[in-house]
């Protein structure tokens, strides 16, 4: 039975190997040297701490393959050692240029199965690494593929979306117009407040308020966001059992720039307690408090 001292001498006879193998810092580093120190200290007999010391050796593994098409893949494996490692897996997380989320996902999965089928008990970071090499192309494959197929795959489900977007503040003329004339023109409702702060609510299509968004995010803001958003999938029923529509789930008739008592210096700050109460009006007074984070009165 393995003891506390022989998983530090594994651990450290793979960590000299690896050094040996990836002798320069760009393919192999040490990030944390203190306690590669500690280990190297308790295997050595010198250490004051017997059990083995809690701090867990970590390091980089940074690789560059040459993919199909000339194309070069960057791969960089992290790995940590749990105190009783090689008994229990290491934690390896692979990052590879040209994978998207979800087929990393897939291939840290895949890649748990495999040492964990094969490897454990022995030390491993050099069958990950090689299992990584030799099976990223499936990946990269798979997703090429997988792209092809989707490409003519149906729209996602359409969906009724309001969004609730904040600016430091609307002044310009132009901007207000835009805002206007786009959420008609992409048969939206809803109301913008200009002036400071400046607030735009959009609702109606989901693709037609990404379409809006889109647009008005681009322009010149000090500050812009979507402070509050809701999507409600349309094959949703009601509680009366039909199906929702579009113009079913709409809070406003149409869509209007609204001003608010404005004053201070430049006739630039609206009354918010009637802003509450139009909000309150249209069923959406707790979006007051998304914005402003007081209760309204």
């Not at 008609?184 to 609510?201: A, D, H, R, T």
């Not at 995010?217 to 509050?228: D, N, P, S, Y």
């Not at 094959?235 to 149409?254: C, M, N, P, T, W």
């Not at 009637?274 to 007081?294: P, R, T």
Request: hydrophobic fraction near 35%; glycine fraction near 6%; proline fraction near 5%.
């Amino acid at each position: 039975k393995m003891s506390n001292v022989d998983w530090a001498e594994s651990q450290l006879a793979e960590i000299e190997l690896l050094t040996s193998m990836f002798p320069s810092q760009e393919e192999l580093e040490v990030t944390d040297q203190l306690a590669l120190a500690e280990l190297r200290a308790s295997v050595e007999g010198t250490a004051a701490t017997d059990p083995p010391p809690r701090s867990r050796p970590q390091f980089l593994i940074k690789q560059k393959l040459d993919a199909e098409g000339g194309e070069r893949t960057d791969i960089l494996l992290s790995c940590a050692y749990p105190p009783e490692y090689p008994r229990v897996l290491p934690e390896i997380t692979v990052r590879c240029s040209g994978l998207s989320r979800a087929q990393q996902t897939q291939l840290h999965t895949e890649l748990h199965d495999y040492l964990l089928e094969n490897c454990q008990g022995d030390v491993c970071v050099l069958a990950a690494l090689d299992w990584v090499k030799d099976n990223l192309q499936l990946f990269t494959n798979r997703s090429l593929s997988a792209s092809k197929k989707e490409a003519p795959s149906p729209q996602p489900r359409e969906a009724f979306s309001r969004l609730w977007i904040y600016s430091h503040h609307i002044y310009n003329k132009v901007k207000r117009k835009n805002i206007l004339e786009w959420s008609k023109e992409l048969g939206l409702s809803g109301f913008s407040m200009p002036g400071k702060p400046g607030i735009v609510c959009v609702e109606g299509r989901r693709s037609a308020c990404e379409e809006f968004w889109s647009r008005v995010k681009v322009l010149t803001w000090k500050k812009i966001m979507i402070r509050h958003r809701e999507d409600i999938p349309l094959d949703h029923q009601g509680e009366d059992s039909s199906v929702l529509s579009i113009d079913s789930l709409r809070k406003f008739a149409g869509f209007e720039e609204a001003a608010f008592d404005p004053h201070g210096s430049r006739g630039n700050h609206m009354d918010l307690g009637q802003l509450y109460q139009f909000l309150n009006e249209k069923g959406c007074c707790d979006v007051f408090q998304m914005y402003f984070g007081i209760e309204g009165r």
